[in-house]
């Protein structure tokens, strides 16, 4: 089983950047088909990237194209999800997820298809 941490969460104005990190620890995250998932208040958790265990294949958000990048560190067992242009409707909790038992191209992008999830980090953009 593995446990996620994200972190890099904060206040930022709008065109400004942030980079989120979600650590693993328990079992290497290249097992695990990864993802970020966000939720504003009174709104449903919607999908925003994924990445392939292979991490040649990732899926983006139409809201976050161009602007958000996930990739993956594995000596350092580690996600991340690089934001710029940021914008006040990304304000939101943002949550690391893996899925296991996949193969080495799969991508999704419901909740309900992640087996494991982080405590999420707080992104707030100011305009």
């Known amino acids: 089983q593995v446990r996620l941490v994200e972190s890099g969460g904060g206040l930022v104005q709008a065109g400004g950047s942030l980079r989120l990190s979600c650590a693993a620890s328990?079992?290497?995250?290249?097992?695990?088909?990864m993802a970020w998932f966000r939720q504003a208040p009174e709104k449903e958790r919607e999908f925003v990237a994924a990445?392939?265990?292979?991490?040649?294949?990732?899926s983006y958000a139409d809201s976050v194209k161009g602007r958000f990048t996930i990739s993956r560190d594995n000596a350092k067992n580690t996600v991340y999800l690089q934001m710029n242009s940021l914008k006040p409707e990304d304000t939101a909790v943002y949550y690391c997820?893996?899925?296991?038992?996949?193969?080495?191209?799969?991508?999704?992008?419901?909740?309900?298809?992640?087996?494991?999830w982080g405590q999420g980090t707080q992104v707030t953009v100011s305009s």
């Open positions: 990445l392939s265990r292979s991490v040649g294949r990732t």
């Open positions: 328990g079992r290497t995250v290249s097992d695990y088909a």
């Open positions: 997820a893996a899925r296991a038992n996949v193969d080495l191209w799969s991508v999704a992008t419901t909740p309900n298809r992640y087996d494991y």
